[in-house]
């Protein structure tokens, strides 16, 4: 029961393009939304969050976008950067300090 | 700050025998959590203690797996015996409380491969 998808396994952009990373869930309950990137060898590391009550969050040059209506969130960076190339991994929450449910990432690789 | 501390970060065992993972949170940091990756998937969490209480083991296989967490710091996560489907990457993460304005913070996690 996969309730958080990432359906794009990688994406390839020019350096100073917009990279586009897109997540889908299937749980209703979810109000709660973050992304990781994850550099080889390293844990993931907290990028940007966004709760249900809203439909936008912006921090420098990563903003993430919820849909819920489609149950749809994507995290725009603009403008992108070869240091961005790194699995990046969306992740759901229901309510404060529940466990969080990870897809199963997108490699972003960025080319100079 | 210092980060999340965890050892060793690689091991290679047999299948059937057992293995220990250690982590050290972030001072200060009530919540800890375990986290297993498999290749190709998302991070899945096996186990989440608030201070030396367990929270959420809901998928940890407790036939083989167990943790703890003596005195609200340090934990240990145990798997005995080990399976060929258990190689996987450990992860281990921590916050300073359950709330949404309290981000995981990981560890570079334990590479454990089951031959």
């Known amino acids: 029961d996969q309730q958080v998808k990432q359906n794009s396994p990688s994406l390839s952009v020019q350096e100073g393009r917009i990279s586009i990373l897109n997540c889908d869930y299937t749980?209703?309950?979810?109000?709660?939304f973050l992304w990781y990137k994850k550099y080889p060898a390293e844990g993931p590391t907290f990028l940007i969050s966004i709760s249900s009550i809203k439909d936008k969050n912006e921090d420098g040059r990563f903003t993430v976008f919820l849909n819920k209506s489609a149950k749809h969130l994507s995290l725009h960076i603009v403008p992108s950067q070869p240091g961005d190339s790194a699995v990046y991994f969306c992740a759901a929450s229901v309510g404060s300090g529940s466990r969080l449910t990870f897809g199963e990432g997108t490699q972003l690789t960025v080319n100079p | 700050e210092a980060g999340v501390a965890q050892s060793p970060r690689y091991k290679i065992i047999e299948k059937r025998q057992s293995v220990a993972f250690w982590c050290n949170p972030i001072?200060?940091?009530?919540?800890l959590y375990w986290y297993q990756q498999i290749l190709g998937q998302g991070p899945k969490l096996l186990i989440q203690f608030q201070n030396n209480g367990v929270v959420d083991d809901s998928q940890l296989p407790k036939d083989r797996f167990s943790a703890e967490r003596l005195k609200g710091v340090d934990s240990t996560l145990k798997i005995q015996p080990a399976k060929l489907e258990d190689s996987a990457v450990y992860l281990c993460?921590?916050?300073?409380?359950?709330?949404?304005?309290?981000?995981?913070?990981f560890g570079n996690g334990t590479r454990l491969t089951v031959t």
């Open positions: 749980n209703s309950m979810f109000d709660y």
């Open positions: 001072s200060g940091h009530a919540t």
């Open positions: 993460a921590s916050s300073s409380t359950q709330g949404y304005n309290s981000p995981l913070h």
